[in-house]
Protein backbone atom coordinates (compact mmCIF):
# COMPACT_ATOMS: atom_id res chain seq x y z
CA UNK A 1 0.00 0.00 0.00
CA UNK A 2 1.73 3.19 -0.96
CA UNK A 3 2.37 5.61 1.85
CA UNK A 4 0.25 8.42 2.28
CA UNK A 5 1.68 11.99 0.96
CA UNK A 6 3.64 14.63 2.92
CA UNK A 7 1.87 17.81 2.70
CA UNK A 8 3.09 21.33 3.91
CA UNK A 9 0.82 24.33 3.26
CA UNK A 10 1.53 28.20 4.22
CA UNK A 11 1.52 31.46 2.80
CA UNK A 12 4.20 34.00 1.60
CA UNK A 13 4.01 38.05 2.50
CA UNK A 14 6.04 40.68 2.66
CA UNK A 15 5.09 43.40 5.73
CA UNK A 16 5.50 46.53 3.22
CA UNK A 17 2.23 47.36 2.05
CA UNK A 18 3.26 47.40 -2.02
CA UNK A 19 0.69 46.65 -4.76
CA UNK A 20 2.01 43.56 -6.80
CA UNK A 21 2.13 43.95 -10.70
CA UNK A 22 0.60 41.58 -12.76
CA UNK A 23 2.55 38.78 -13.69
CA UNK A 24 4.50 38.67 -10.13
CA UNK A 25 5.93 34.99 -9.89
CA UNK A 26 6.38 33.31 -6.10
CA UNK A 27 8.43 30.63 -6.01
CA UNK A 28 8.52 27.76 -2.98
CA UNK A 29 10.88 24.89 -2.32
CA UNK A 30 10.29 22.31 0.25
CA UNK A 31 13.97 21.29 1.62
CA UNK A 32 15.24 19.11 3.92
CA UNK A 33 18.20 19.37 6.58
CA UNK A 34 21.19 19.16 3.79
CA UNK A 35 19.63 21.74 1.77
CA UNK A 36 17.77 18.70 -0.77
CA UNK A 37 14.35 19.92 -2.49
CA UNK A 38 12.00 17.74 -2.00
CA UNK A 39 9.19 19.47 -3.77
CA UNK A 40 8.61 23.02 -5.15
CA UNK A 41 5.77 25.71 -6.98
CA UNK A 42 5.54 28.55 -8.66
CA UNK A 43 2.60 30.27 -8.39
CA UNK A 44 1.04 33.85 -10.45
CA UNK A 45 1.01 36.00 -6.98
CA UNK A 46 -2.28 38.82 -7.59
CA UNK A 47 -1.98 39.55 -3.92
CA UNK A 48 0.16 39.01 -0.75
CA UNK A 49 -0.44 36.99 1.31
CA UNK A 50 -0.02 34.38 -1.20
CA UNK A 51 -1.40 30.61 -0.19
CA UNK A 52 1.16 27.56 -1.32
CA UNK A 53 0.85 23.64 -0.80
CA UNK A 54 4.10 21.46 -1.39
CA UNK A 55 3.68 17.98 -1.39
CA UNK A 56 6.01 15.55 -1.31
CA UNK A 57 6.75 11.75 -1.19
CA UNK A 58 7.51 11.13 2.40
CA UNK A 59 9.79 7.90 1.15
CA UNK A 60 12.27 10.97 -0.15
CA UNK A 61 12.32 12.62 3.53
CA UNK A 62 15.15 11.34 5.48
CA UNK A 63 13.35 13.33 8.81
CA UNK A 64 10.10 14.48 8.58
CA UNK A 65 11.02 16.95 11.29
CA UNK A 66 13.67 19.15 9.58
CA UNK A 67 11.76 20.58 6.75
CA UNK A 68 12.30 23.91 5.60
CA UNK A 69 11.04 26.60 3.42
CA UNK A 70 12.84 28.49 0.98
CA UNK A 71 10.85 31.06 -1.11
CA UNK A 72 11.17 34.07 -3.60
CA UNK A 73 8.57 36.47 -5.45
CA UNK A 74 9.52 38.68 -8.42
CA UNK A 75 7.82 41.15 -9.95
CA UNK A 76 8.18 44.01 -12.49
CA UNK A 77 8.75 47.05 -10.45
CA UNK A 78 8.82 45.20 -6.98
CA UNK A 79 11.83 44.05 -7.30
CA UNK A 80 13.56 40.71 -6.10
CA UNK A 81 11.65 39.71 -2.40
CA UNK A 82 12.85 36.51 -0.34
CA UNK A 83 14.46 34.45 2.45
CA UNK A 84 17.32 34.89 3.94
CA UNK A 85 17.33 32.40 6.31
CA UNK A 86 15.66 28.81 5.17
CA UNK A 87 11.81 28.82 7.76
CA UNK A 88 11.29 25.90 9.71
CA UNK A 89 8.14 23.68 9.22
CA UNK A 90 5.67 23.24 12.06
CA UNK A 91 4.41 20.03 11.72
CA UNK A 92 0.25 20.01 11.42
CA UNK A 93 0.77 24.28 10.97
CA UNK A 94 0.72 26.04 8.18
CA UNK A 95 3.89 28.10 7.60
CA UNK A 96 3.87 31.70 7.43
CA UNK A 97 6.79 32.83 5.26
CA UNK A 98 7.82 36.82 5.75
CA UNK A 99 9.84 37.84 2.90
CA UNK A 100 12.51 40.36 3.02
CA UNK A 101 14.11 42.81 -0.37
CA UNK A 102 16.83 41.15 -2.23
CA UNK A 103 17.63 43.52 -4.56
CA UNK A 104 16.67 47.38 -5.63
Excluded at 34 to 45: D, H, R
Excluded at 51 to 62: G, K, N, Q, R, S
Aim: glycine share 10%; proline share 7%.
Amino acid sequence: MPSELLTVTGTVTFRERIALPAGAIATIKLVDGEGEVLAGTAIESTTVPTAFTLVADPAFVPDPDELFIWAALRGGEVGVWGTTDLVPVVAGDATDVVLTKIED
